[in-house]
């Protein structure tokens, strides 16, 4: 759960980079990837530290809105959620309903991939999550 809840902040607040104009939409399917070749992910981060070169702010903001936008989810979803036989993909469930009550399912694509990549939703439960 950890490990797609922090797949959900750097999924989400790359996604904030795009739509900023940060960064283009190449480079974030790049690095969504994973690198065949130190080379690639050594491409891959200089053109990062490119872009990222006098607009710290702009990305530092993307960052805290990204931080932001998982910590509003998460606590709703704590707060709604029972308890009693609890399940990751109950929890997986109701963050994505929390956040289509707050965005009107903005980042649900997102959302829901890192779960699944994670095994984590229903028809995942019991293998390994």
């Not at 607040?13 to 070749?37: C, G, H, N, S, W």
């Not at 990751?88 to 997102?110: C, E, H, M, P, S």
Request: aromatic share 12%.
């Amino acid at each position: 759960m950890t490990g797609a809840v922090f797949d959900i902040l750097v999924e989400v607040f790359q996604e904030m980079l795009v739509e900023r104009k940060l960064i283009a939409r190449d480079l974030a399917t790049a690095a969504y990837a994973v690198p065949d070749t130190p080379e690639e992910a050594e491409n891959i981060q200089a053109r990062f530290d490119a872009v990222y070169a006098g607009n710290e702010d702009a990305f530092k903001a993307a960052l805290l809105d990204a931080r932001d936008f998982i910590g509003a989810r998460l606590a709703t979803t704590w707060e709604e959620i029972s308890a009693d036989n609890l399940h990751f993909a109950d929890v997986a469930a109701k963050f994505l309903t929390i956040d289509r009550r707050i965005t009107g399912a903005r980042y649900q694509n997102i959302i829901r991939d890192c779960f699944l990549w994670r095994c984590i939703g229903y028809g995942f439960v019991g293998k390994g999550a």
